[in-house]
């Protein structure tokens, strides 16, 4: 299943289907991006990162993709389990001396057993 | 082993109120955040401190003041609380900036309920 980030902030999806996530940046000088997996009564946790001169980066059971052009970014979650249902937000930042991350809006992940 | 830990999980008062809630971190980091989330799950930065030095101040009322003690340690104290201050707040930390700066670990929270 696919979710637009901030136009469908909720994605439901079956157990062992893959899950795509999309977020839309706004700020063309952002230097790296980030996805954060916040879980239910607990803090954002760090999943994955991108730099801005990168357009694809693999994890385990994760992939983000960045297309600058149209400031978009995804996150791919392979064969998703319930342990994967949490609000994924993803975020900007640029390497300056502040260390400021910019969060999207976050879009809730629920996977159906 | 906790590394990033806030009291208290849950806080009630009443308008008017002066609060604190504590941060502590044990990964040895150089700098460290406050943030607030919002009943819409948005979470925006309010201060930044690197080495106990504030960094950054995200356009946050001065009823709020950060206070580092020392580099493990970064403490949120409110003054004259008001109900638009009702949201979970969090402490986060990070390395030192030009390494992983953006990975950042976050604390389990404090919610903060304003009557």
């Known amino acids: 299943g696919e979710s637009v980030g901030l136009h469908l902030p909720t994605l439901s999806v079956q157990e062992g289907d893959n899950s795509i996530i999309n977020c839309a940046y706004s700020n063309s000088a952002s230097d790296y991006f980030i996805w954060y997996k916040q879980e239910s009564g607990k803090g954002p946790q760090f999943i994955i990162d991108?730099?801005?001169?990168?357009d694809k980066r693999q994890g385990q059971r994760v992939t983000v993709l960045l297309n600058k052009t149209v400031k978009h970014l995804s996150l791919q979650i392979a064969a998703t389990q319930p342990g994967d249902s949490a609000v994924y937000f993803c975020?900007?930042?640029?390497?300056?001396?502040?260390?400021?991350?910019?969060f999207g809006t976050g879009t809730r992940l629920t996977v159906i057993p | 082993d906790t590394a990033v830990s806030q009291t208290p999980k849950y806080l009630v008062t009443q308008m008017g109120n002066d609060k604190s809630i504590k941060c502590e971190q044990n990964l040895g980091h150089d700098t460290m955040y406050w943030y607030k989330q919002d009943s819409k799950k948005f979470l925006k930065i309010m201060f930044s401190y690197n080495n106990k030095e504030l960094i950054i101040n995200e356009t946050v009322p001065n009823r709020f003041s950060p206070k580092s003690p020392d580099k493990a340690h970064l403490n949120l104290h409110i003054n004259s609380l008001e109900l638009g201050d009702s949201a979970v707040y969090f402490c986060a930390s990070s390395q030192d900036i030009g390494t992983r700066a953006y990975e950042q670990y976050f604390g389990p929270g404090t919610r903060l309920t304003v009557t």
């Open positions: 975020a900007e930042g640029a390497q300056t001396g502040a260390n400021n991350l910019f």
């Open positions: 991108i730099r801005s001169n990168m």
